[in-house]
């Protein structure tokens, strides 16, 4: 289910915890983050690799990511993002705000999280 044009705001705000999660257990390169947000949301989320490398290079300076390019046989060159230490801590910290959001929002709205 496609997310309604005025949910954008929510969709941006959350973005770097979407990208830091998938992060978390291996490298990816963007095109890889962009169909995991589509596939795991079921189609609910989309992020165009165009709006997706703008952030990742922020992640990347503020040293959350680290960026290594990987070239394999036969494949066009691709750059691998990873979790820096720093950015683990950073991890943990959107988590905890984000469940404690949810949390006050259900309790407002009286709407039970799923």
Known sequence: MPLNPSDHEWKKGSAELLVLSLLEGQP???????????????????????????LLHRLEKQRLVEGLWVEKAEQRRRRYYSLT???????????????DFVAVISRVTGIEHA
């Not at 095109?31 to 709006?51: C, E, M, N, P, W």
């Open 85 to 99: 230490l720093e950015g683990r801590k950073v991890l943990r910290s959107k988590q905890k705000s984000w469940k």
């Open 28 to 54: 990816r390169h963007g095109y890889d983050i962009s169909k995991l947000i589509q596939i795991r949301s079921g189609g609910a989320l989309q992020f165009h690799v165009t709006s997706l490398y703008p």
